[in-house]
Structure formats: C-alpha cells, structure tokens
C-alpha cells in the first residue's frame, strides 16, 4: 500500500514557522494530488492546501493563503508545507494526503477525494 508518514510538527510562538514535509512511498505509485489537511480539538476537518504534482497548480484555504506554501519534489514523491506567520488559531493535527487521481476542484478541497492518508503530525502555536 502507499505510506504517507508526515514530519515537521511541533511548537512555536506565534509569528513563527514551521515546515511539514510528506513523503509517500510505495510500489508502482505515482501521487497526482497531494495535500494538507488539518483538524483542531471540536472544529471539522479543514482542507488547507493541495498540489497537482503534474502541473503544479495549487490551491489554498483562504484562511491560509498568503501564508502557507505548498511545494512538491517528485523526485522524492514528497510535499511540502511551508508555514509562516503562524496564528494560535493554526493550531491542529495536520494530515497529509494524496491520491493517485488528478486534483479535481480548483476552488475547493475535499476530503473525499483523496485516497491515502498519513498518521498526522501536530502543530501548536502559542502567543
């Protein structure tokens, strides 16, 4: 099966950054989208950021964008969050995931149309 393991996570002040990476592996995989998620405690899951590892188009939430960058290196099959200006409200577990499908909604992000998930990996900021 694919392997998502994620990386990166931990506590900073805010202002601060922090960088996830995502690394998929697996047998005869190829990941065309790849994203972030993320979940604080009471709050719904939240589609953060994706990337078609193709093209390279991105997409992110709007409570993020202008902050967060997604990137990708395919020859490692591993994406990137790039954190900046982190805000308490940020805090959450973030997950990556991916599928082997193209991205699919340029405006928006869904978890169901993902197909592999990592274990997550946690962010906290604090003021």
């Known amino acids: 099966q694919v392997q998502l393991v994620e990386a990166g996570g931990g506590s900073v002040q805010a202002g601060g950054s922090l960088r996830l990476s995502c690394a998929a592996s697996g047998y005869t995989y190829r990941s065309n989208c790849m994203g972030w998620f993320r979940q604080a405690p009471g709050k719904a899951r939240e589609g953060v950021a994706k990337?078609?590892?193709?093209?390279?188009?991105?997409y992110y939430a709007d409570s993020v964008k202008g902050r967060f960058t997604i990137s990708q290196d395919n020859a490692k099959n591993t994406v990137y969050l790039q954190m900046n200006s982190l805000k308490p409200e940020d805090t959450a577990m973030y997950y990556c995931?991916?599928?082997?499908?193209?991205?699919?909604?340029?405006?928006?992000?869904?978890?169901?149309?993902?197909?592999?998930w990592g274990q997550g990996t946690q962010v906290t900021v604090s003021s």
């Open positions: 995931a991916a599928t082997g499908r193209l991205c699919v909604g340029a405006y928006q992000m869904s978890g169901a149309d993902f197909t592999y």
């Open positions: 990337i078609s590892t193709g093209g390279g188009a991105t």
